[in-house]
Nanobody
Framework: QVQLVESGGGLVQSGGSLRLSCAAS??????????MAWFRQAPGKEREFVAA??????RYSDSVKGRFTISRDNGKNTVYLQMNSLKPEDTAVYYC???????????????WGQGTQVTVSS
């Protein structure tokens, strides 16, 4: 089992920045074995893939490419999402997910966090 806990959400003005964190834990966790991802879900909308990172590869949705950066610290069992140039349409609950391959995590990983709210005001 892998437990994921997100933090760092909040209220920010349009054009501002936030950094989300997702800390992973588990009795037998080997964090570096997992592909980590961020998803988001806005009210009334379906969950949307945002970004994913493996050992040395990352992927982004077109809607955030160039503005968001995903990174990981395997020593701290943590994945980050640096969000710059935020727009009101980025407002959503952001979730962290984990799975063992890119193909599975981008479809919705096996493990999920509880989410953190990001609100961007215009």
């Amino acid at each position: 089992q892998v437990q994921l806990v997100e933090s760092g959400g909040g209220l920010v003005q349009s054009g501002g920045s936030l950094r989300l964190s997702c800390a992973a834990s588990g009795r037998t966790l080997v964090f570096s074995n997992y592909v980590m991802a961020w998803f988001r879900q806005a009210p009334g909308k379906e969950r949307e893939f945002v970004a994913a990172i493996g050992w040395n590869t990352s992927r982004y949705s077109d809607s955030v490419k160039g503005r968001f950066t995903i990174s990981r610290d395997n020593g701290k069992n943590t994945v980050y999402l640096q969000m710059n140039s935020l727009k009101p349409e980025d407002t959503a609950v952001y979730y962290c997910a984990a799975d063992t391959t890119f193909s599975t995590v981008v479809k919705g990983g096996r493990y999920w966090g509880q989410g953190t709210q990001v609100t961007v005001s215009s």
